[in-house]
């Protein structure tokens, strides 16, 4: 089935500065790729998404890459504010028989946005 | 519009107990989910619903079961509870594979 591991656990970055966080996953059939932002004591929510057949997309601050290839996407948010700390995961997904409907995320990246 | 509503938000079992969580969307949306998470371990899928009268296994399935009898409704059921089963649980439901999932409050499950 299908993994996915991201990278780092935890981000503390000066307010202003760029923030990466990077995924990778195992299956090739995967073919959209979600970020969510969970606040504390909140469900998660989507921020941005990507489908396969798209390489970049950007909304205001915040923009994923998808490299098909070495089956890898990253999250980049720019100018970050204190509003943007939170835990951030991505996740895969895909149409494909075997692993329909299936929805699965990265552990989660800690992000501290310090003033 | 609700979205997702989880019944209860908290809740406190003695070992061996059962209890059911309720899932509850009012999107029309045939994708539902079980999801638990656990400090630095991410959302962990437990089990997930393609549609009604369907259920799938996730990754940490053992202990838990689920059904789906109403299209709206996605009930996850622990027949004996076990203090490994502390954890926050969430229910997500989305249209299809590749749209977004929404998410409800999650539940947070406290075994002693």
């Known amino acids: 089935g299908e993994n996915v591991e991201q990278h780092p656990s935890t981000l503390s970055v000066q307010e202003g500065d760029s923030a990466v966080i990077k995924c990778t996953y195992s299956d090739s059939a995967s073919n959209y790729f979600p970020w969510y932002k969970q606040e504390l004591g909140k469900g998660p929510q989507l921020i941005i998404d990507i489908r396969s057949n798209v390489g970049e997309k950007k909304d205001q601050r915040i923009a994923v890459t998808l490299n098909k290839t070495a089956k890898h996407f990253s999250l980049h948010i720019t100018e970050t504010q204190p509003e943007d700390s939170a835990v951030y995961f991505c996740?895969?997904?895909?149409?494909?028989?075997?692993?329909?409907?299936?929805?699965?995320f990265g552990a989660g990246t800690q992000v501290v946005v310090t003033p | 519009n609700a979205g997702v509503t989880q019944t209860p938000k908290f809740r406190v079992l003695k070992t061996g107990q059962s209890m059911t969580l309720l899932c509850a969307q009012d999107m029309n949306h045939e994708y539902m989910y079980w999801y638990r998470q656990d400090p630095g371990m991410g959302l962990r899928l437990i089990h997930y619903s393609v549609g009604e009268g369907t259920t799938a296994k996730g990754e940490v399935p053992d202990g838990y079961n689920v059904s789906r009898l109403k299209k709206q409704n996605f009930l996850l059921g622990l027949e004996s509870a076990a203090p490994s089963q502390t954890s926050v649980y969430f229910c997500?439901?989305?249209?299809?594979?590749?749209?977004?999932?929404?998410f409800g409050q999650g539940t947070r499950l406290t075994v002693v």
């Open positions: 997500a439901s989305r249209p299809n594979e590749v749209t977004e999932a929404f």
């Open positions: 996740a895969a997904s895909m149409e494909a028989t075997d692993s329909w409907g299936k929805l699965q």
